[in-house]
């Protein structure tokens, strides 16, 4: 037996509410024999149209809580905290409470596909208001490939039409189609869009019904997923420190009850939850 099997903890991953689970379900898929805490903060949902700082707060919270619950790696399956926190926790934060532990998000990674699939070199995203105010995928794309033209559309009806089903009648698909004639007007030349929100997996049959059939749609979660494969791969002082037991907990801020039968959505089966406070 390893003599450090006692230390070995769940990856973490955190969404402010539930659209992370489409990112967690991925991970699962690709990843099954690792373990997993979920955490959604689904008591402060959403986070797209609060501040930088309270975001920023209610993530370290989070982040903080996962590692007292031995959590090595945290992944925030979320866009808005990716796009608000991850910076300042890795650079201001994790050396001062855990230099050795580390903090992933999705942004990155996810810039890296858009590039690599787009034939135009004009790209879209799709995204919560908080997501698209932060510019932080027009930052990492110039970071990148500075040779790219990047749109965007922030989508705010799309996360509650999700988490209230009601995105296949004819009212969830006028506002479906609405921000898809809109950010396609932006730029004649898009030929890649970005699903910048783990909610939008939800609803990427009718996004695709709207779009041309030159345009791709891109959802996070298997990017995500393979790009934790590779940096564990480049990163074995972190991968030895994984549970693999194949064992998945949950946890929220919010009611078990409605947290459960929400997930249930996007996971497609049932689950089993806790409660836990951040603050």
């Not at 783990?198 to 709207?210: D, G, M, V």
């Not at 037991?245 to 959505?265: C, L, P, Y």
Request: hydrophobic letters at 40%.
């Amino acid at each position: 037996m390893n003599k450090n099997t006692d230390l070995k903890q769940p990856i973490g991953v955190f969404d402010s509410g539930y659209g992370g689970l489409t990112i967690l379900d991925e991970l699962i898929k690709l990843m099954p024999d690792y373990d997993f805490i979920y955490l959604g903060d689904n008591a402060r949902a959403p986070y797209g149209t609060r501040s930088f700082d309270v975001i920023y707060q209610y993530t370290l919270q989070a982040v903080e809580k996962l590692f007292s619950m031995g959590c090595q790696l945290v992944i925030l399956a979320c866009n808005t905290a990716s796009a608000k926190a991850l910076r300042t926790i890795q650079q201001r934060d994790l050396p001062r409470i855990a230099p050795n532990r580390r903090v992933l998000g999705v942004i990155r990674p996810s810039v890296e596909e858009l590039g690599t699939l787009s034939q135009s070199k004009h790209v879209g995203v799709l995204g919560t208001l908080g997501t698209v105010r932060s510019e932080s995928y027009l930052m990492e794309m110039e970071k990148l490939f500075p040779d790219f033209r990047v749109v965007q559309e922030a989508c705010p009806t799309w996360v509650p039409l999700v988490e209230n089903r009601e995105y296949n009648n004819e009212g969830g698909r006028y506002f479906i189609k609405k921000h898809i004639d809109a950010i396609l007007s932006k730029d004649e030349r898009l030929d890649t869009l970005i699903l910048a929100c783990t909610h939008y997996p939800i609803l990427r049959n009718e996004i695709q019904s709207f779009l041309p059939n030159h345009v791709k749609l891109i959802s996070q979660g298997q990017i995500v997923a393979r790009s934790l494969i590779d940096y564990l791969k480049r990163h074995q002082e972190i991968e030895i420190l994984c549970s693999k037991k194949g064992q998945v907990r949950f946890f929220t801020t919010e009611f078990i009850s409605d947290f459960e039968e929400k997930a249930g959505v996007f996971l497609k089966r049932e689950l089993r939850a806790q409660h836990i406070n951040l603050e």
